[in-house]
């Protein structure tokens, strides 16, 4: 998933990352001929590049990124109750990661592209949801569920 740059760092062996609105890190190297990022090397080509986009692996991977934090969680759904909108198509706003959090039953929660997968899940299990993925959820055999938000950290990670 292609996310936007927020900010740089050193990590502790020295080496530059890019930090990302997901709350993913990214390395960011100059090594020619394999890596071309000569804007890398300046803090005038770093600071030129916030706000552009970099591939997160992680997100597409749905690694939840270290530091988030829980501020809100729904009510328990089953299929009397889940809302309508959760049964299509939807998204979590930028910096908002959810996880999806299944207390009885099976459900799928499945992932629109870039990320194009499914999560099946059974009780006692969760599956991360990346900021701004789509995707929507699929409930079966006496599925009981919650979702729980969590925000990025402000400096971005």
């Not at 889940?82 to 992932?111: I, Q, S």
Request: charged share 30%; proline share 8%; glycine share 10%.
């Amino acid at each position: 998933m292609q996310r936007r740059i927020t900010g740089f760092g050193l990590d502790d062996k020295g080496e530059r990352f890019a930090r990302l609105d997901c709350g993913h890190r990214q390395h960011v190297r100059h090594r020619p001929p394999f890596v071309e990022r000569p804007w890398a090397e300046s803090e005038a080509g770093r600071a030129s590049m916030l706000g552009e986009t970099l591939d997160c692996l992680r997100c597409d991977r749905l690694e939840m990124p270290d530091g988030v934090t829980p501020y809100r969680e729904t009510p328990v759904f089953d299929q009397a109750t889940v809302p309508a909108g959760l049964l299509k198509d939807h998204e979590t706003k930028p910096g908002t990661w959810g996880r999806l959090e299944v207390l009885a039953g099976r459900m799928r929660c499945v992932f629109a592209d870039p990320v194009g997968r499914a999560a099946d899940l059974g009780a006692g299990e969760n599956s991360p949801i990346p900021p701004e993925a789509s995707h929507h959820v699929e409930l079966h055999d006496g599925a009981r569920f919650r979702v729980v938000f969590l925000r990025v950290a402000a400096d971005g990670g």
